[in-house]
């Protein structure tokens, strides 16, 4: 028999995730099948936005694996765009991890890809497109192609009742110069799962309900706070990786791509408001209702006075004994070059902007440091692909350990440093995870030898 598949060969290729491209009436069902496909979010009656959506929906379809299973997954483009899905925060290899910079191909317009992908490590990751805006902002992160992906534990405990999934996203908007020179983009509307608050279903709970909440900023360029008046979280994972002192705290604190998991006992019955916690974007709609059984009225919110969040606080306590091998420091320096009146600032690493930024070369089975010194005005968000790190030091505080993330917010003007192991070889993405950022210049790329 010949088969109709053909391989496509790419670097980096292992087995187990080749990419297959086929027709697809040729293929058996995929585990996984996800469509890009241009759709009409309606975020409100009266607010609506075009894009692009996975299978028709914001955010995607939630998708749960095993950890280790295989999955085969099966991606069309329906969109008027190359595109490309990243699964954030997974080990995978670079030919599928879904950077163009790493190797992944483009998925073009009304084509299909096919391959397999081994989920690891477990826990609450996410996939979203990985393509350039520039100044579109209905373009790239700044729509609707954004989804939850479980990978469950083979020994989940599964200790709650419940278990909800919530995305934050800005949407629409332009651009508008800061004093400084900068364009920002200044967004028209916020929302939880699509929804701007009082326009979507309430989260439906029942008194004495554990709730597990998996919450996920997809935002392009914002960070979120958000509060559950009446209620508090007990902080139990970030980034989808246990932490080791789960913390019971006021309000959650998510830069663009990062999660955070929380348990909150409903035992406060109501109606309620989940929302952030600057009053101004929680009126943009970002907010859900949370509603007990039984009750009903106007959902009460309550305003905090401050915004209090640290990543210190869930780190492991003092006495932790660190690993004895020493890491090989990177050291990485983000500032931006404004290139004069009505142009464009481009982002630098070391001085360099991407394409032109170095390609560090790392050894399979070493341990390095990556030393981030921000001397920018902004925060940013930064994230390695393919690999999870522990995060070691923030804001020039004393040495932590154990909080193992993919994305740590690097304040202005402060340095911070994470730790990982070089462990799954192939051209790597590093990169600051707003769009806007990345847009112009903020990635570099690391090879293994
Ligand atoms: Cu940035």
Not at 129 to 137: P, Q, R, V, Y
């Amino acid at each position: 028999m010949i088969t109709r598949r053909r391989f496509v060969e790419l670097s980096g290729l292992t087995a187990g995730s080749a990419i297959v491209r086929m027709p697809v009436w040729a293929a058996k069902a995929p585990d996984v099948s996800l469509e890009i496909v241009p759709y009409t979010l309606e975020a409100s009656p009266k607010h609506h936005f075009r894009t692009v959506a996975y299978n028709g929906q914001v955010p995607g379809p939630l998708l749960r694996m095993i950890q280790g299973k295989e999955q085969s997954v099966e991606i069309h483009n329906a969109s008027s765009d190359p595109e490309i899905v990243h699964w954030h925060g997974l080990f995978l290899p670079s030919n599928i991890d879904g950077a163009m910079e790493e190797g992944t191909p483009m998925i073009d317009p009304g084509a299909s890809v096919r391959y397999n992908l081994k989920p690891d490590p477990p826990g609450f990751r996410w996939f979203h497109t990985h393509t350039f805006a520039g100044k579109d902002l209905t373009k790239a992160q700044y729509g609707g192609l954004h989804g939850f992906l479980m990978i469950e534990a083979r020994d989940n405990p599964g200790n709650y009742d419940q278990e909800v999934f919530l995305a934050l996203h800005d949407w629409g908007g332009h651009f508008e110069g800061s004093n400084d020179g900068y364009m920002n983009p200044v967004y028209d509307i916020s929302t939880i799962n699509g929804k701007m608050l009082g326009f979507g279903e309430p989260l439906r709970v029942k008194q004495g309900d554990r709730v597990l909440m998996h919450v996920l900023n997809s935002s392009p360029t914002e960070v979120h706070w958000v509060a559950l008046a009446g209620h508090s979280f007990r902080v139990v994972a970030l980034d989808g990786n246990a932490v080791p002192q789960q913390q019971t705290v006021p309000m959650l604190r998510l830069a663009p791509a990062e999660r955070v998991s929380a348990v909150v006992e409903m035992n406060n019955p109501g109606m309620w408001v989940l929302g952030e916690v600057r009053k101004h974007i929680q009126s943009a709609g970002m907010g859900i209702v949370i509603e007990y059984g039984g009750a009903s009225g106007k959902p009460i919110w309550t305003q905090p006075d401050s915004l209090i969040w640290n990543y210190r606080q869930f780190a492991a306590p003092e006495e932790t004994q660190t690993s004895g091998d020493e890491p090989t420091r990177i050291e990485l320096v983000f500032d931006s070059r404004f290139q004069g009146h009505g142009n464009e600032e481009l982002w630098r690493i070391n001085g360099k902007s991407y394409p032109h930024t170095d390609e560090p070369s790392l050894k399979a089975g070493q341990r390095y440091r990556l030393i981030m010194k921000n001397e920018s005005m902004d925060d940013h968000p930064m994230h390695l692909h393919r690999h999870t790190f522990e995060v070691r030091q923030v804001d020039g505080g004393p040495e932590i350990l154990g909080l193992r993330k993919d994305v740590v917010l690097v304040p202005a003007k402060t340095t911070a440093e994470v730790e990982f192991l070089a462990n799954n070889p192939g051209r790597t993405l590093f990169h600051c995870h707003q769009q806007d950022h990345m847009d112009r210049g903020f990635m570099m790329v690391f090879r293994y030898v």
